[in-house]
Nanobody, 127 residues
């Protein structure tokens, strides 16, 4: 059973940066696909970024492309989401998710494709 714990959220001014961490226990993270999603109050869950099995390919939502970077540190069993040039529209609860079973990378943008989820970390960007 994989357990995911997010950290690194907080309050930041527009234009600032945050780095979110998603640390896994129960399984080596290196061969697992990982995604980041976010959900703002009153809105549906939104795909943010994903890293494929083995970490060779990344995917980003158009709204964060060029500002956010997803990466993996296998030694720490952790996946990061580096968020730069933050804007108030980035305010949301951010969740990481993992999929152990192989599959189609194109489906990693769909929340239902994931098997395990963390509890979320709040990011608030003030204007």
């Amino acid at each position: 059973q994989v357990q995911l714990v997010e950290s690194g959220g907080g309050l930041v001014q527009a234009g600032g940066s945050l780095r979110l961490s998603c640390t896994a226990s129960g399984r080596t993270f290196s061969s697992v696909a990982v995604g980041w999603f976010r959900q703002a109050p009153g809105k549906e869950s939104e795909f943010v970024a994903a890293l494929t099995w083995g970490g060779s390919t990344t995917y980003y939502a158009d709204s964060v492309k060029g500002r956010f970077t997803i990466s993996r540190d296998n030694a720490k069993n952790t996946v990061y989401l580096q968020m730069n040039s933050l804007i108030p529209e980035d305010t949301a609860n951010y969740y990481c998710a993992s999929r152990v079973r192989g599959g189609m990378a194109a489906l990693l943008k769909a929340p239902d494709y994931y098997e395990h989820w963390g509890q979320g970390t709040q990011v608030t960007v003030s204007s």
